[in-house]
């Protein structure tokens, strides 16, 4: 299995080595628990400028139509870029094995102190932040849509349909993502040059 090859132009920096790959995913996922997408964005293209803004976001839009969570796949398809499959299990091995200890260990806590207000207090804050980070990192994003094919009024027009299909018409995430994404696929494609 290998991924694309990187974009040609200028030089664009890459891991060192499948290590580097674990423990730049390793630290990607140690700083967003629950709000990952937002860190991911600032470690792999600003920090790190593995990928460009661009490529970031056709990443991630892959990523969220596969099975599985969304930056786990991003992984998957970072470290196979760079290393082959060697690289994809580098990646996802540093997203998920300090991770799963710290969840295992947290529920654990849970179950001995759920109980008490503080703790239910304190996790409804933390989704407030994590909705937070997920907006700021779509306003992030966002400048992408300028040099998408679809042109950012069609593109918001699909978020609109996206967001109302998904949360005031219930409808299930598969049908939306086969009926508007293969739209949204087919009309990119008409504007392809």
Do not use: C, H
Request: aromatic residues 10%.
């Amino acid at each position: 299995m290998t991924g694309p090859a990187v974009a040609s132009g200028p030089e664009r920096p890459r891991p060192a080595s499948t290590r580097d790959l674990f423990f730049t995913f390793n630290r990607l996922a140690l700083q967003g628990f629950g709000g990952v997408l937002a860190v991911a964005q600032r470690e792999l293209v600003e920090r790190k400028g593995w990928l460009s803004r661009e490529e970031f976001v056709e990443m991630l839009a892959l990523s969220q139509v596969l099975p599985g969570p969304n930056v786990v796949n991003l992984a998957l398809m970072l470290g196979d870029r760079f290393f082959g499959l060697k690289g994809a299990f580098a990646a996802v091995a540093g997203m998920l094995v300090v991770p799963l200890i710290i969840v295992l260990l947290l529920t654990a806590a849970y179950a001995e102190f759920s109980r008490l207000a503080f703790v239910s207090g304190a996790l409804r804050g933390m989704g407030a932040v994590a909705a937070g980070l997920i907006i700021a990192t779509a306003v992030k994003l966002m400048a992408t849509l300028g040099s998408n094919r679809l042109g950012p009024p069609l593109a918001a027009a699909f978020a609109v349909l996206t967001f109302v299909t998904i949360v005031w018409l219930r409808w299930p995430l598969i049908w939306v993502i086969a009926g508007l994404g293969t739209i949204a696929v087919a009309i990119a494609y008409t504007r392809t040059p």
